[in-house]
């Protein structure tokens, strides 16, 4: 049963904690906090992954106002179809932008959204002079080094008590992660990266390293970069970085997806980016690519055979085992592609080559040894008024076609759709992909269409979604095709100043295997259905600039139809955010959580140091607590810390195997720096 008294004096605690500050203006935003709707699914049980540097890309390479395209705006969180299509008509009516405040008059834009997308834009004022000569702006002197931005990151962080791996000697007796990074960046048009990173258990502090060099709008070069490097085309069927948005509460932003060409590396994932060269060059309305890449990665080996095993994405080195097979392999990469701009419209072709140094081994998902992939795509991004039509059609090298289309359009100035049908059959062999679906990712062996809808009027936002899927393969032994269906709906409302209302309400069913028993007591195969629904309440609360709480309560249900099983669980947190005293700032959160087991699990995603997104499965019974501080301590210097303890008391351990601690009381401690120029 769920302790409801807990949750009782949880709730008074956080309703009279809402009361003890008076109200002012409102409180501007945290990022993490802006697009928490939009991240929560996408980092489910992961921590400071690729997803991080989408959103600081967007916050260290906005968009410029007075250049940007409607693709270039719709790559902003919140700014739809219709709003795109608003900025850049008055832009044309009025002129060029002289400051980003007025956006307030564009029809559609409200303070609020404002205020959310403000990190995202800026504008250019060099090039506003060089364009528009009659507009006149004072301007002093620029010493080049003052174009000049460089940042240093250094983080450390560590876990309690050692865990099991450290006391038998299974690990190398190093138990702290340590991150450093250098960027620099001049004029907006020159990047340099170098990175750094050790993760826990592993003994060379540069067990991990990462650089690059980066430019745009240099000699005959649109985008130029030397060094590691990712790439993001069309819709990700045939190559795209390996992270991206989910489905979540906002129903059509994260859906279609907003490619960025060659993008810098600057991550810790050891294996998903590329190593090498790579350029787009501009001629008319032609953007050509190309690219070539020689990196080794993880793998297991069969060093009779000469085959690749597997590949372990996990990046761990602890111990002489996981040593060996730290960059066992190679893979040598090129491709081009060429892509037709006009009034916003695109139409692309990918090609690349990729060879092995190794054969992969036949497994559930390579059928045959294999050194040589080839991938073609097209895909095409068309708008018309308030229309966009995208997709992408790629073939692998077995000639499988996988495809992706959809629709989005606003339906009126405050109501949008998206549609999307996917076909990705079980035999396309999807290497560098990372195309949409209910997997997100994998790019294979589903088919399926996704409605979404957004509509905001006088009272709030409405979000809705419905997206049904089948796997056209056994994902394990059975021979019995799975699938299933989802919806959510989801309400937000401003119903009391300075006050946020969310109610969400999902339920996803999926056919699933299992074993089952008849009357001989014999062991046979079957189709089941897995029903989940999760209900969730949330009130936000700004106090001024200063102060801010939250809380939320959610309940998640699990039932499986053949034998009746149902598991249910519930999760409570509540949160303070406050300045208490000049230059600090101080948050904390309280959770409460109780769930019959992992299978009703319940995820949270939580506040951490700059440049770090972390989420969690919360499950069992148990509280989690942490508290955050942000200490500006010179012009040029952040310092932040963040302690958290995760306390179950229905098991006298957490964890399994090597990774096992021996009490129900785990601790940790993160420590950052962060110096800018």
Same mark, same amino acid.
């Given at each position: 049963?769920?302790?409801?008294?807990?949750?009782?004096?949880?709730?008074?605690?956080?309703?009279?904690?809402?009361?003890?500050?008076?109200?002012?203006?409102?409180?501007?935003?945290?990022?993490?906090?802006?697009?928490?709707?939009?991240?929560?699914?996408?980092?489910?049980?992961?921590?400071?992954?690729?997803?991080?540097?989408?959103?600081?890309?967007?916050?260290?390479?906005?968009?410029?106002?007075?250049?940007? @395209?409607?693709?270039?705006?719709?790559?902003?969180?919140?700014?739809?179809?219709?709003?795109?299509?608003?900025?850049?008509?008055?832009?044309?009516?009025?002129?060029?932008?002289?400051?980003? =405040?007025?956006?307030?008059?564009?029809?559609?834009?409200?303070?609020?959204?404002?205020?959310?997308?403000?990190?995202?834009?800026?504008?250019?004022?060099?090039?506003?002079?060089?364009?528009?000569?009659?507009?006149?702006?004072?301007?002093?002197?620029?010493?080049?080094?003052?174009?000049?931005?460089?940042?240093?990151?250094?983080?450390?962080?560590? @876990?309690?008590?050692?865990?099991?791996? +450290?006391?038998?000697?299974?690990?190398?007796?190093?138990?702290?992660?340590?991150?450093?990074?250098?960027?620099?960046?001049?004029?907006?048009?020159?990047?340099? @990266?170098?990175?750094?990173?050790?993760?826990?258990?592993?003994?060379?502090?540069?067990?991990?390293?990462?650089?690059?060099?980066?430019?745009?709008?240099?000699?005959?070069?649109?985008? &130029?970069?030397?060094?590691?490097?990712?790439?993001?085309? =069309?819709?990700?069927?045939?190559? !795209?970085?390996?992270?991206?948005?989910?489905?979540?509460?906002?129903?059509?932003?994260?859906? %279609?997806?907003?490619?960025?060409?060659?993008?810098? +590396?600057?991550?810790?994932?050891?294996?998903?980016?590329?190593?090498?060269?790579?350029?787009?060059?501009?001629? !008319?309305?032609?953007?050509?690519?190309?690219?070539?890449?020689? %990196?080794?990665?993880?793998?297991?080996?069969?060093?009779?055979?000469?085959?690749?095993?597997?590949?372990?994405?996990?990046?761990?080195?602890?111990?002489?085992?996981?040593?060996?097979?730290?960059?066992?392999?190679?893979?040598?990469?090129? =491709?081009?592609?060429?892509?037709?701009?006009?009034?916003?419209?695109?139409?692309?072709?990918?090609?690349?080559?990729?060879?092995?140094?190794?054969?992969?081994?036949?497994?559930?998902?390579?059928?045959?040894?294999?050194?040589?992939?080839?991938?073609?795509?097209?895909?095409?991004?068309?708008?018309?008024?308030?229309?966009?039509?995208?997709?992408?059609?790629?073939?692998?090298?077995?000639?499988?076609?996988?495809?992706?289309?959809?629709?989005?359009?606003?339906?009126?100035?405050?109501?949008?759709?998206?549609?999307?049908?996917?076909?990705?059959?079980?035999?396309?062999?999807?290497?560098?992909?990372?195309?949409?679906?209910?997997?997100?990712?994998?790019?294979?062996?589903?088919?399926?269409?996704?409605?979404?809808?957004?509509?905001?009027?006088?009272?709030?936002?409405?979000?809705?979604?419905?997206?049904?899927?089948?796997?056209?393969?056994?994902?394990?032994?059975?021979?019995?095709?799975?699938?299933?269906?989802?919806?959510?709906?989801? +309400?937000?409302?401003?119903?009391?100043? %300075?006050?946020?209302?969310?109610?969400?309400?999902?339920?996803?069913?999926?056919?699933?295997?299992?074993?089952?028993?008849?009357?001989?007591?014999?062991?046979?195969?079957?189709?089941?259905?897995?029903?989940?629904?999760?209900?969730?309440?949330?009130?936000?609360? &700004?106090?001024? %600039?200063?102060?801010?709480?939250?809380?939320?309560?959610?309940?998640?249900?699990?039932?499986?139809?053949?034998?009746?099983?149902?598991?249910?669980?519930?999760?409570?947190? =509540?949160?303070?955010?406050?300045?208490?005293?000049?230059?600090?700032?101080?948050?904390?959160?309280?959770?409460?959580?109780?769930?019959?087991?992992?299978?009703?699990?319940?995820?949270?995603?939580?506040?951490?140091?700059?440049?770090?997104?972390?989420? @969690?499965?919360?499950?069992?019974?148990?509280?989690?607590?942490?508290?955050?501080?942000?200490?500006?301590?010179?012009?040029?210097?952040?310092?932040?810390?963040?302690?958290?303890?995760?306390?179950?008391?229905?098991?006298?351990?957490?964890?399994?195997?090597?990774?096992?601690?021996?009490?129900?009381?785990?601790?940790?401690?993160?420590?950052?720096?962060?110096?800018?120029?």
């Amino acid at each position: 049963m769920i302790d409801t008294k807990k949750f009782i004096l949880l709730i008074i605690f956080l309703i009279f904690n809402s009361r003890i500050f008076g109200q002012s203006d409102t409180l501007e935003i945290p990022v993490d906090e802006q697009i928490e709707n939009i991240l929560e699914e996408s980092i489910q049980d992961a921590d400071d992954t690729q997803i991080n540097e989408i959103i600081e890309e967007l916050i260290t390479n906005p968009v410029e106002l007075n250049s940007a @395209s409607i693709d270039d705006l719709l790559r902003i969180p919140y700014i739809d179809l219709e709003l795109a299509k608003q900025i850049i008509q008055f832009r044309n009516k009025y002129g060029y932008y002289l400051t980003t =405040g007025e956006l307030i008059n564009v029809s559609g834009m409200t303070p609020e959204l404002l205020n959310k997308i403000r990190q995202f834009i800026f504008i250019d004022r060099n090039k506003l002079i060089e364009e528009n000569n009659r507009i006149e702006i004072d301007q002093t002197y620029e010493r080049p080094l003052s174009r000049l931005k460089i940042q240093y990151r250094q983080r450390f962080y560590q @876990s309690f008590p050692r865990r099991k791996g +450290y006391e038998t000697g299974r690990y190398f007796n190093s138990p702290f992660k340590l991150y450093n990074r250098l960027t620099a960046d001049y004029s907006r048009n020159y990047f340099i @990266s170098i990175l750094s990173e050790k993760d826990p258990g592993e003994k060379s502090y540069l067990d991990f390293v990462s650089a690059s060099f980066f430019a745009k709008d240099i000699f005959i070069f649109k985008k &130029f970069v030397i060094g590691d490097y990712a790439l993001e085309f =069309g819709q990700g069927l045939s190559m !795209w970085r390996q992270i991206g948005f989910a489905k979540g509460t906002d129903a059509v932003f994260p859906i %279609k997806k907003k490619s960025n060409g060659i993008v810098q +590396y600057k991550s810790t994932d050891e294996n998903q980016f590329f190593r090498g060269i790579a350029f787009t060059s501009n001629i !008319w309305n032609f953007d050509l690519t190309l690219f070539f890449s020689s %990196k080794s990665f993880d793998a297991r080996i069969d060093t009779i055979e000469s085959l690749i095993l597997s590949t372990p994405l996990d990046g761990y080195h602890r111990n002489e085992s996981e040593l060996t097979r730290k960059n066992s392999a190679k893979e040598k990469l090129f =491709g081009s592609r060429l892509s037709y701009n006009v009034n916003s419209n695109q139409f692309g072709l990918n090609y690349y080559f990729s060879r092995f140094d190794k054969a992969i081994s036949p497994n559930s998902y390579f059928k045959d040894y294999k050194t040589d992939f080839n991938y073609i795509s097209t895909d095409f991004n068309l708008f018309y008024e308030s229309l966009n039509l995208f997709g992408e059609i790629a073939r692998d090298r077995k000639s499988n076609l996988a495809s992706i289309i959809g629709l989005q359009a606003s339906i009126s100035r405050k109501a949008n759709f998206v549609f999307v049908f996917r076909n990705y059959p079980a035999e396309y062999i999807n290497i560098h992909g990372y195309g949409f679906g209910e997997r997100n990712g994998p790019t294979n062996n589903e088919r399926g269409f996704y409605l979404g809808l957004n509509h905001s009027f006088k009272y709030g936002t409405i979000n809705f979604y419905f997206d049904q899927f089948k796997f056209l393969f056994p994902l394990t032994y059975d021979k019995t095709l799975t699938g299933g269906k989802e919806i959510l709906f989801a +309400y937000e409302t401003p119903l009391i100043s %300075k006050t946020k209302y969310l109610l969400r309400y999902k339920n996803e069913i999926k056919e699933i295997n299992s074993y089952s028993t008849d009357q001989f007591n014999r062991t046979k195969k079957v189709t089941d259905l897995r029903q989940q629904q999760n209900l969730r309440l949330e009130i936000q609360k &700004f106090f001024g %600039k200063d102060y801010r709480t939250a809380f939320r309560i959610e309940y998640v249900n699990v039932f499986y139809k053949l034998n009746a099983k149902s598991e249910d669980g519930i999760l409570a947190f =509540g949160d303070l955010a406050m300045e208490i005293m000049r230059n600090l700032r101080f948050k904390t959160r309280l959770t409460y959580f109780h769930t019959t087991s992992y299978d009703t699990r319940i995820y949270q995603l939580e506040s951490d140091v700059a440049g770090v997104f972390s989420s @969690s499965a919360m499950y069992g019974r148990g509280w989690r607590w942490y508290v955050l501080l942000n200490y500006k301590a010179l012009d040029f210097i952040n310092l932040s810390l963040k302690y958290s303890e995760l306390f179950r008391d229905d098991v006298k351990k957490l964890g399994s195997g090597y990774d096992e601690i021996p009490t129900n009381l785990s601790k940790s401690l993160t420590f950052q720096l962060e110096m800018k120029f």
